[in-house]
């Protein structure tokens, strides 16, 4: 059964900091890799998709890389903004189920 | 192209009352989801929709909570007596078909408070 782990659970950082943001999985079959921002009181907004043939998608400052050998992906942002701050959601978007980890809130201080 | 809608908002009820959410997917898309967020947990699928028969309600509480989707369209969630720990936001998504490589597309959301 597959669990989704993100560590650190909320993550505080000066304005103009590169930060990474980490999700582990357990089992390595995994299918594809999302990233998703939510703002409180919000849904989801999709950030990056990695499917499980490719090993990094780059947006704009986001970059998204995912090591299915090793049961990590990491979402790196360059140069983080007051705008950044919301929390972050890593899921396994599986064969036909989304299974999500708990979340990174991020505060980034002007 | 317009986004997932859901409705209400917000909503407080008071334990033991009953609550009805409702959810219109993008247009077209077969695949209905109804995720359930407790407060500092990632999204938890309560049932999947395929047009408008059921695929997955194994972590739907049953004796609580039902959930339908007549004509394949509009769907509605509903807790009847609700507790406490029913507080979290009710997701609604949804994808063009069942399973990869369809995306799944996610409403803002209806924040439910039980006191």
């Known amino acids: 059964k597959q669990e989704v782990t993100q560590i650190p659970a909320a993550l505080s950082v000066p304005e103009g900091e590169n930060l990474v943001l980490n999700c582990s999985f357990t089992?390595?079959?995994?299918?594809?890799l999302q990233w998703f921002r939510q703002d409180p009181g919000k849904g989801l907004t999709s950030l990056l998709l990695i499917q499980s043939s490719q090993r990094e998608q780059t947006s704009g400052r986001l970059n998204a890389s995912l090591d299915k050998s090793s049961g990590r992906s990491t979402l790196y942002i360059a140069a983080s903004q007051p705008g950044d701050s919301a929390t972050y959601l890593c899921?396994?978007?599986?064969?036909?189920?989304?299974?999500f980890g708990t979340g990174t809130r991020l505060k980034v201080l002007a | 192209e317009a986004g997932v809608a859901q409705s209400p908002r917000y909503k407080i009820i008071e334990k033991r009352q009953s609550v009805a959410f409702w959810c219109n997917p993008i247009?077209?898309?077969?695949?209905l989801y109804w995720y359930q967020q407790i407060l500092g947990q990632g999204p938890k699928l309560l049932i999947q929709f395929q047009n408008n028969g059921v695929v997955d309600d194994s972590q739907l509480p049953k004796d609580r909570f039902s959930a339908e989707r007549l004509k394949g369209v509009d769907s509605t969630l509903k807790i009847q007596p609700a507790k406490l720990e029913d507080s979290a936001v009710y997701l609604c998504?949804?994808?063009?078909?069942?399973?990869?490589?369809?995306?799944?597309?996610f409403g803002p959301g209806t924040r439910l408070t039980v006191t």
């Open positions: 998504a949804s994808s063009l078909d069942q399973g990869s490589p369809y995306e799944q597309y």
């Open positions: 089992d390595s079959a995994i299918y594809n």
């Open positions: 247009s077209g898309h077969a695949t």
């Open positions: 899921a396994d978007t599986g064969t036909y189920k989304y299974i």
